[in-house]
């Protein structure tokens, strides 16, 4: 599989899965990093900008969530 972060050139080849979307480990490390300032309040959802490139591929995302909500 390739990275689903990738979107801008030649997508990596994914070595790790962030909630079963496939990436490369930069983007990987870069969400993850993302995620624990998120949960340390650092940053707001709206914020994180490298989880938002790939929620709409997490079935289970607050923005899939939502659009059911509709
Ligand atoms: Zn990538």
Avoid: F
């Amino acid at each position: 599989m390739k990275c689903q972060y990738c979107y801008s050139g030649p997508a990596e080849d994914a070595t790790k899965t962030w909630a079963l979307i496939p990436l490369c480990e930069p983007h990987y490390q870069e969400i993850r990093s993302e995620t624990m300032d998120y949960y340390k309040k650092r940053i707001t959802y709206e914020d994180r900008k490298a989880y938002h490139r790939i929620s709409h591929r997490i079935p289970w995302s607050r923005v899939n969530m939502e659009d059911d909500w509709k």
